[in-house]
């Protein structure tokens, strides 16, 4: 009986390449929230690009691993509660990526309105409900701060990868060849 595994080659790659980019995006790529220790993160589009192109499992790892290397390496140690929440928003949104196929250079307005509202639910439940809520029990954070900066984090994502995000994915599905769409001569 062949041993089938989960992760190609290919996605293993794209797993640590992703993890990277997200890091430096992360750090180069935000720009300050105004709220304390809250930036708007180009990162997070990239990781919803990712996430569709790779599944749930390199979504989560991609976001996991990348957001624990840029809190690790900028500001010292990861700090739990997002790491887990950036995760938590590149697993929901990869959960779509066998219905959105720009592989198959098909990304049309069905599959970016289902691109966005899964990104925005993957958003609410991160940054609106994960986050804030493991603040507090991790760290004894105040509550009215964690969730003012979840909330602020949430939208922010929610535009960035509505904006950013839907323009990588249709951008990317141009790149390729639609499915059928080649003929042999005969």
Known sequence: ???????????????????????????FGS????????????????????????????GFLIGLIGHGLKDLVFYGMPWFS??????????????VWKKIRVNDG??????AILFNITQIIANVVAWFIVAPTLDIVIYMEPANKVYLQGAIGGISNMITIGILGTLLLS??????????SLRVEE
Do not use: C, H
């Open 106 to 111: 098909d990304f049309g307005i069905k599959q």
């Open 171 to 180: 951008t990317y599905s141009k790149t390729k060849i639609k499915t059928g």
């Open 82 to 95: 997002w790491v887990i929440s950036s995760a938590m928003v590149g697993l929901i949104i990869g959960l």
């Open 1 to 27: 009986m062949k041993n089938k595994n989960k992760f190609s080659i290919r996605t293993i790659v794209a797993v640590g390449i992703g993890a990277a980019i997200f890091m430096i995006l992360g750090r």
């Open 31 to 58: 720009i300050p929230s105004g709220i304390p220790n809250t930036n708007i993160e180009t990162a997070y589009a990239y990781l919803a690009l990712m996430s569709i192109l790779y599944g749930p499992a390199a």
